[in-house]
């Protein structure tokens, strides 16, 4: 099938010469023309056939995002109540470091490892610039999508990664609290992943531990010999507030974008 377009160029090339040869120069004019529209119109087809299929390419790209951008809503949805949670444990610590009777000693130890619990989104900023890189953005037609992608691009998702709140409190009251109570703890009242959404965790906002009452006393006992923690706890707490309003101009990025892609595809 592919031949004979070829083919009728061929003979009208043959009959040129031949009109040529005779000095048939309205002929000559007409072959010609013939063949240049025809040349033009070849050209046209080829880029409208480009441009349909980039652009079923961006549409499919968009698609395939918009479940990506569920799952970041997904983790600022959980990562506010996972952080209050945290929040309250940390309290509950300041007391027992002031030595407040209304905390007892198990309490005063469940939260000084709580409040160190972290929660972060896991993403490969390298990657996502490069399966959504500029040509890909160049391509989409809609001006708010496409501003909306560029934003979103542009984030550094380090900010609110699992790195940004890893602080020295974290890493200093896990080598004081006892390994058997932190293993006890994680596996009681450590994170939690959430029904249907393996990949989402939440903190249990109480714990209460079967252990001897003197072993709490000891763990007590050793924290309070850390007057230091409670300073490293200070910062933790402010690098937790940096990451949630780091964490909140990306949520509001985020859920532009995926409602524009969702009013495009509705």
């Not at 160029?9 to 048939?24: E, G, H, P, S, W």
């Not at 013939?34 to 390419?57: K, M, S, T």
């Not at 506010?80 to 945290?86: E, G, L």
Request: neutral net charge; glycine residues 8%; charged residues 25%.
């Amino acid at each position: 099938m592919g031949g004979a377009p070829h083919a009728q160029r061929v003979m009208i090339f043959k009959r040129t010469v031949a009109k040529l040869r005779a000095q048939d120069w309205v002929a000559i004019a007409i072959e010609l023309l013939i063949v240049i529209i025809g040349v033009f119109v070849g050209i046209q087809a080829a880029n409208w056939n480009q441009a349909r299929v980039e652009r079923l390419q961006t549409e499919r790209m968009l698609s395939e995002l918009q479940p990506g951008l569920e799952h970041f809503i997904g983790f600022f949805d959980t990562a506010k109540p996972y952080y209050a949670t945290t929040r309250a444990y940390a309290d509950n610590a300041f007391a027992g470091w002031r030595g407040d009777p209304g905390v007892s000693n198990e309490q005063f130890v469940i939260s000084a490892y709580q409040a160190s619990q972290v929660y972060g989104l896991e993403i490969n900023a390298v990657n996502w610039a490069r399966i959504f890189g500029g040509d890909q953005v160049r391509s989409i037609d809609d001006p708010d999508i496409r501003r909306g992608l560029a934003s979103l691009m542009s984030v550094d998702f380090a900010d609110v990664g699992p790195a940004a709140v890893r602080t020295r409190y974290r890493e200093q009251v896990r080598k004081v609290i006892p390994e058997d109570i932190q293993d006890l703890i994680r596996d009681r009242c450590g994170d939690r992943p959430i029904p249907g959404r393996p990949l989402l965790a939440h903190l249990p906002a109480t714990c209460d531990l079967d252990l001897a009452p003197d072993r709490w006393a000891e763990a007590a006992a050793a924290l309070r010999a850390h007057p230091d923690l409670v300073g490293e706890l200070r910062w933790h707490l402010a690098a937790v507030a940096t990451f949630l309003f780091n964490m909140g101009k990306i949520d509001q990025r985020t859920r532009n974008l995926s409602n524009g892609i969702r009013k495009l595809e509705g």
